[in-house]
């Protein structure tokens, strides 16, 4: 079943009017909202990063939590914060719960859906405020949507760079940014990414530990014989290399000639696009979701460049341990990988987004039907 240009607008109309206004979710100047990711206060413990420098340890505020369950998702807690030197975040989030029904179905016969995104952006904000408010109604606006929801996703990601690349043009801006999402659909997961941005899932009550994206870098094998059949290099730098901040942001590292990009795959950066070495290009992935599966956590490279999957995965399980309320299971997680990517000197902006599955009922309490409405 596909769905047209007839229907968009309709749609269009129908998503603005039941995205949850969520100022938690935007931190971005025009939208910033004094009661949710504030300027955040500083602790008075010193730590000395590699850069020499003493820095303060952040307070972490007001992670944004959910109160009720949509579907598959019990509950899903997020926040994001500029980290221990950065003086801004160009890290954005985006959560739309309870998807709008679109032509062709019926509320009865149309699933529980919510997207999850988190957009790490460089060089500046506004490509990753531009996926923030534009890539998930790229993808409900695509005419592959619902039918076909990881064609949809992969033809949302083009589009938007297709349209955020113009908007630059006549702007004069070369910033870029990663991103990963997760979109349920029923009792579908669907998860995308571009970048170096990761989402992994713990099933079995954390006995087991799954990545469910790719890292784009030129570490990776398949990107850098991608990168060099497509006529780029790869350099790796022995000197600690500044963003445009003056802010250190590697050392040792590889990277993708032209753009001198830690990652080989990214939205955006004009100024790298006029050849197919930098791409956009998502890797696309689903699966059913089932009881076994306990809960996906989505993190910036912030988090992941510090702490292995497994050690995530463990800081939430602990996380859960220590606190009695679903609320404040749920925002503890959060916080406490946070802190712990700060304990081990990440230098970079961090983001956190935990998604909690029926699978957890019975650890939060919860007495609920398994049966979910599902994609037909």
């Given at each position: 079943m596909?769905?047209?240009?007839?229907?968009?607008?309709?749609?269009?109309?129908?998503?603005?009017k039941?995205?949850?206004?969520?100022?938690?979710?935007?931190?971005?100047?025009?939208?910033?909202?004094?009661?949710?990711f504030p300027?955040?206060?500083?602790?008075?413990?010193?730590?000395?990063?590699?850069?020499?420098?003493?820095?303060?340890?952040?307070?972490?505020?007001?992670?944004?939590?959910?109160?009720?369950?949509c579907?598959?998702?019990?509950?899903?807690?997020?926040?994001?914060?500029?980290?221990?030197?950065?003086k801004?975040?160009?890290?954005?989030?985006?959560?739309?719960?309870?998807?709008?029904?679109?032509?062709?179905f019926?509320?009865?016969?149309?699933?529980?859906?919510?997207?999850?995104?988190?957009?790490?952006?460089?060089?500046?904000k506004?490509?990753?405020?531009?996926?923030?408010?534009?890539?998930?109604?790229?993808?409900?606006?695509?005419?592959?949507f619902?039918?076909?929801?990881?064609?949809?996703?992969?033809?949302?990601?083009?589009?938007?760079?297709?349209?955020?690349?113009?908007?630059?043009?006549?702007?004069?801006?070369?910033?870029?940014?990663?991103?990963?999402?997760?979109?349920?659909?029923?009792?579908?997961?669907?998860i995308?990414?571009?970048?170096?941005?990761?989402?992994?899932?713990?099933?079995?009550?954390?006995e087991?530990?799954?990545?469910?994206t790719?890292d784009?870098?030129?570490?990776?094998?398949n990107?850098?014989?991608?990168?060099?059949?497509?006529?780029?290099?790869?350099?790796?730098h022995?000197?600690?290399?500044?963003?445009?901040?003056?802010?250190?942001?590697?050392?040792?590292?590889s990277r993708?000639?032209?753009?001198?990009?830690?990652?080989?795959?990214?939205?955006?950066?004009?100024?790298?696009?006029?050849?197919?070495?930098?791409?956009?290009d998502?890797?696309?992935?689903?699966?059913?979701?089932?009881?076994?599966?306990?809960?996906?956590?989505?993190?910036?490279?912030?988090?992941?460049?510090?702490?292995?999957d497994?050690?995530?995965?463990?800081?939430?399980?602990?996380?859960?341990?220590?606190?009695?309320?679903?609320?404040?299971?749920?925002?503890?997680?959060?916080?406490?990988?946070?802190?712990?990517?700060f304990?081990?000197?990440?230098?970079?902006?961090?983001?956190?987004?935990?998604?909690?599955?029926?699978?957890?009922?019975?650890?939060?309490?919860?007495?609920?039907?398994?049966?979910?409405?599902?994609?037909?």
């Amino acid at each position: 079943m596909k769905y047209g240009s007839d229907s968009t607008p309709n749609f269009s109309q129908t998503l603005s009017k039941s995205i949850p206004r969520l100022p938690a979710l935007s931190n971005s100047p025009k939208h910033r909202s004094s009661g949710f990711f504030p300027e955040s206060k500083k602790k008075k413990i010193l730590r000395v990063n590699s850069d020499g420098e003493k820095h303060q340890d952040p307070d972490i505020e007001c992670t944004a939590v959910s109160k009720k369950r949509c579907g598959y998702v019990l509950r899903y807690a997020a926040n994001t914060h500029p980290g221990l030197v950065r003086k801004s975040n160009e890290d954005r989030l985006s959560i739309i719960i309870n998807i709008p029904c679109p032509e062709g179905f019926t509320p009865e016969k149309w699933p529980h859906c919510s997207f999850f995104g988190i957009y790490d952006g460089h060089g500046g904000k506004m490509c990753c405020n531009f996926l923030k408010d534009n890539l998930h109604r790229l993808i409900f606006e695509n005419e592959h949507f619902p039918s076909r929801p990881k064609e949809s996703l992969f033809r949302g990601f083009l589009k938007a760079e297709e349209d955020f690349l113009n908007l630059a043009a006549k702007k004069n801006d070369t910033s870029g940014s990663c991103a990963v999402v997760v979109m349920i659909l029923g009792d579908k997961c669907y998860i995308a990414n571009t970048g170096d941005s990761r989402a992994v899932i713990s099933s079995h009550r954390g006995e087991k530990v799954h990545r469910l994206t790719v890292d784009h870098k030129p570490s990776d094998p398949n990107e850098y014989n991608r990168v060099i059949m497509a006529g780029g290099n790869i350099v790796t730098h022995s000197y600690p290399v500044l963003n445009n901040q003056g802010m250190k942001i590697g050392e040792n590292c590889s990277r993708v000639v032209p753009g001198n990009l830690a990652i080989s795959r990214a939205l955006g950066d004009a100024d790298v696009k006029n050849n197919k070495v930098v791409i956009p290009d998502p890797e696309v992935r689903s699966f059913r979701l089932t009881e076994e599966f306990d809960f996906i956590v989505m993190a910036s490279d912030g988090i992941f460049d510090k702490l292995s999957d497994r050690e995530v995965v463990e800081i939430v399980w602990k996380s859960f341990g220590k606190r009695c309320e679903v609320q404040e299971k749920m925002q503890g997680a959060v916080e406490d990988v946070m802190r712990m990517a700060f304990m081990r000197h990440t230098e970079d902006n961090v983001s956190v987004i935990v998604i909690a599955f029926k699978g957890l009922k019975e650890i939060f309490g919860m007495n609920i039907s398994v049966n979910s409405r599902v994609l037909e």
